[in-house]
């Protein structure tokens, strides 16, 4: 399945953190997305084959890495409170198919 | 990318069938429907898809309205591991990536 690391973090505002994600084998496509307490996941960016393949209403200090080993990465900088949140990735065998989703990384900014 | 509206909450008796409704009256004719769930804050679990027409499988059933602008989920004998929140989304691949918009989901609470 989908792994992500760690499960839990803590930073301080202004911050920079890197989360990681592990998709399942094979495939060759990778979403990130963002969940605040109590709404549902908001589209951040995906990539395909190493290649960011669109994006969400994010500013640029969110970026992303795709590896050729299925894994991935989300950068943020200049972390703000309101970056707190659940982030999950999800990955799939093609940029419109089904997307399967791992447990997710839960970050608090202080 | 059109957008659903779902009820906000749902209450379902253990082993009752569990009709949950979304409508996406917006939906353009490549979108497909889908659905996925959320158990306490875990990671969403897909559940089935649908472009047209009905889909079965181990989990669910799907039901699309010939005009496609709404749908329902069927769990039929839904029980208290059911507990969640079900999203209802459309979404389609394109050459700016498959863009998935959640909205907030209706909770369901399948009470014993």
């Known amino acids: 399945g989908v792994t992500q690391s760690p499960t839990h973090l803590i930073k301080t505002r202004g911050q920079q953190v890197t989360l990681r994600c592990s998709s399942q084998s094979g495939h060759n496509t990778v979403s990130w997305y963002q969940q605040a307490l109590g709404q549902g996941p908001q589209f951040i960016f995906q990539?395909?084959?190493?290649?960011?393949?669109g994006r969400g209403n994010f500013p640029p200090r969110f970026s992303g890495l795709q590896f050729p080993n299925d894994s991935s990465e989300l950068n943020v900088n200049a972390l703000e409170l309101d970056d707190s949140a659940l982030y999950l990735c999800a990955s799939s065998t093609g940029t419109a198919e089904t997307q399967y989703f791992g447990p997710g990384t839960r970050l608090l900014v202080l | 990318d059109a957008k659903t509206t779902q009820p906000t909450s749902m209450d379902c008796a253990e082993g009752r069938a569990a009709n949950l409704p979304c409508n996406h009256s917006?939906?353009?004719?490549?979108?497909?429907v889908y659905w996925y769930r959320q158990i306490h804050s875990q990671g969403p679990q897909y559940i089935i898809h649908?472009?047209?027409n009905n889909e079965t499988n181990e989990m669910a059933s799907l039901i699309i309205t010939e005009d496609r602008k709404s749908s329902t989920l069927i769990l039929p004998h839904a029980t208290l591991r059911d507990t969640a929140v079900y999203y209802c989304i459309v979404a389609r691949g394109s050459t700016g990536g498959f863009k998935t918009i959640f909205g907030a989901g209706t909770r369901l609470f399948v009470k014993a």
């Open positions: 917006t939906i353009s004719g490549n979108e497909y």
């Open positions: 990539y395909y084959r190493e290649e960011e393949n």
């Open positions: 649908g472009l047209k």
